[in-house]
């Protein structure tokens, strides 16, 4: 009899290109005092820094499990892809996971996009961005 996979009640994995370079979006998510204004309910714990790569973070509070930023080299710029695997404490009904599943997508989007806003902030379109 095969078992089946564990599976994240709460699994968002998400992509957005910005185009700056990926030193530039590296240095954003390597400050603690930013991650409250991305994930207010979380506390995340870091567990592998990997620099112009991104990071990996535990993570407690609203959620349990595990979150990752993966910066990958795009063109003039960095694909930012953004992935949390993570449990609602308790015993969650599929309907309360379904809205907190949409909830956490959402908030990933109006991140990097709260990202692309204000690190290419002035860049006119179709100009590559400044080097670092």
């Known amino acids: 009899m095969a078992l089946l996979p564990v599976v994240a009640g709460v699994d968002v994995v998400d992509e957005t290109f910005l185009a700056v370079p ?39 509070g ?32 599929p309907r309360r996971v379904r809205a907190e599943i949409r909830r956490r997508q959402l908030a990933a989007k109006a991140v990097a996009f709260g990202l692309k806003a204000s690190l290419e902030a002035g860049r006119p379109a179709g100009v590559a961005p400044p080097l670092p």
Do not use: I, N
Not at 32 to 45: E, M, N, R, S, Y
């Open 22 to 60: 990926p030193a530039v979006v590296a240095a954003v998510f390597a400050d603690p005092a930013a991650w409250p204004g991305f994930w207010p309910d979380l506390l995340p714990a870091v567990y592998a820094d990997r620099g112009v790569e991104g990071m990996r973070w535990t993570v407690t």
């Open 62 to 93: 609203a959620l349990v499990g595990s979150m990752e930023v993966w910066l990958e080299p795009m063109s003039d710029g960095t694909l930012l892809h953004y992935f949390l695997r993570a449990e609602l404490p308790g015993t969650p009904t």
